[in-house]
């Protein structure tokens, strides 16, 4: 009876933890439970189970095959993006990634110019230029990372409102 108790016990607990581990993808590659743990305790925060894209270049990341949904510190993953990985008319990529249209208007109101057609680079600062070429514009997202852990209604994919959500969080940070 001793040992069925602890059978039932260890089976519990195994069943448990199978049941709870998590299922993160990241640009068409399994995350093990271990890479996972150690990408949270970096960002500080959980990853929720699903399917993201990540650019390792800017830090910029979200769901697979939808827009730009947050930043996370560039360099956390290796894995390269695969421009394959989305459907977009724009024809203008970033680090081989291809802008949707909502991406691509809200990215060049942010620059304050026309981004037109073609392959650029785009790094954690937010400057980006042409592939081989020097920086040709500015994107002024925010730099805060936590600014898109918050489950934030977007219109854009990236957030409109990025300015205001990050100075109330440098608010409160303050206050």
Known sequence: MKYLKLFVILFLAIFNFTAHAKQVVVNEIELSQTQIEHIEMA????????????DPISGLWGLEKQAAKGKAPAGLLKYNLLSSAFNSTTKVYFNNRALLPCELEYCQKLAGRQIN?????????????????????????AQSERVFCQNIQQDFGIVLNLNLIYERFAQKQIG
Not at 43 to 54: A, K, T, V
Request: charged content about 15%; overall charge positive; proline content about 3%.
């Open 43 to 54: 960002l500080g925060y959980d990853i929720q189970s699903g399917r993201y894209w990540y």
């Open 117 to 141: 057609p073609g392959h650029y680079w785009l790094n954690a600062k937010g400057q980006g230029g042409k592939i081989n070429s020097v920086t040709e514009f500015f994107i002024n997202y």
